[in-house]
């Protein structure tokens, strides 16, 4: 049977539940950088950057922003457009290459912030093609029936894993989340398939030499120059498959879907480059118009590219009710991966954010602090009157 085969019967097998995205929000540092800003302190020039990337700026985290507090933010602003309570989620899934911790998650911090009690929570390490993996994941969670609605996240610190003397990497990242709420319904639509692919062979083209088994990497570091905790790529290798796989993928997820490429109305990419867009639109025979791009005001910023992309699409009116949409992502890995989304909101009101519900949003939001807090002490004061016990 090919992969096709499978994915196909496993599409059939779970027609009943649908998972659709209900909400979606996005967030940025405080603070943006431009090309100049960055040619003051590195060899590099606006002409330069523009020219090769499209980036005009990014947004860099401040002392008091982090991976976690921008996720948690996108995550607020998805549940508001959602209208749910985050007792209402079953799962959070944060997609990161530059999470707070090994562990705790990032995506359980995020679940304690947002008071999301009942909701399992991990994070998804898939570079830049994070935020469609994790997606896919909820979605077959959903469809399966093994849960109802997940906060799905890509969320970012680029600039903190970013060596700051490299000019071929420094320039092209930035920081930011996005997220969506995805939630079961019966009416026909939602997530219609996903190809997930990767190449481990090409590691060593895209990667940030750091945890795990330590040692072993800091003489792989070392032994090819790259720096340890930094990000390294071979940038010109990268364009090429990067180019061959969004089209690539962006066919093979259209065939699942048993629509045609002329059948989607938007594709939202990983924003890497733009002249990556061009040439995967260019290879895919349709309008670069259809592809959306805003690596101009963000530069890229891994997984978190994808959902922010996404978010400002809806927000510039480039997405409708029963339009067909494709999610692709690439990078370290290497890995790709592609979705096609039908959109259409099933809700019974379009009226977003009832203010009853927003109340006990925030409510829950502040009840979240004090059951953290209240739950350590008492851990500390069982733990200290076990002590004098014993
Ligand atoms: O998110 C994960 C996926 N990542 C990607 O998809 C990134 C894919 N790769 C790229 O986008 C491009 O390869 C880059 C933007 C990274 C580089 O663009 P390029 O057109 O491939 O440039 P290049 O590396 O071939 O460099 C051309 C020249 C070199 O100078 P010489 O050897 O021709 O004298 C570089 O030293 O440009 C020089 N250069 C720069 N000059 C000014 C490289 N970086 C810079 C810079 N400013 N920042």
Known sequence: MTTSDKSANANAAVSARHAHVIGWGMAVPETAMTNDDLSAFVDTSDDWIYARTGIKQRFIANEGESTATLAYLAAQQALEVADILPTDLDLVVVATSTAENIFPSTASLVQDWLNAHEAGA???????SG???AMNMAADSIRAGSIDSALVIGAETMSRIL???DRSTCILFGDGAGAVVLQANETPGGVLSSVLRSDGAGG???AIPSVGSIDANQSRAGANGYKLYKMYMAGGEVFKFATRVVS???EQACKLADIN??????V???????RILQAAARKLGIDSDKFMSNVERYGNTSAASIPIALCEAIEERRIQNKDHIALVGFGGGLTWASMVIRWGIPKPSEQHGSLLNRQRRHVQYRIAKWRSRSRRWRRRVNSRVRDLQS
């Open 122 to 128: 991990f994070d998804l390490s898939a570079a830049c």
């Open 131 to 133: 935020f469609v993996y």
């Open 163 to 165: 060596d700051w003397q």
């Open 204 to 206: 060593d083209l895209l």
């Open 248 to 250: 690539e993928s962006v």
């Open 261 to 266: 490429v002329e059948d989607i109305n938007l």
């Open 268 to 274: 939202i990419p990983h924003q890497a480059n733009l």
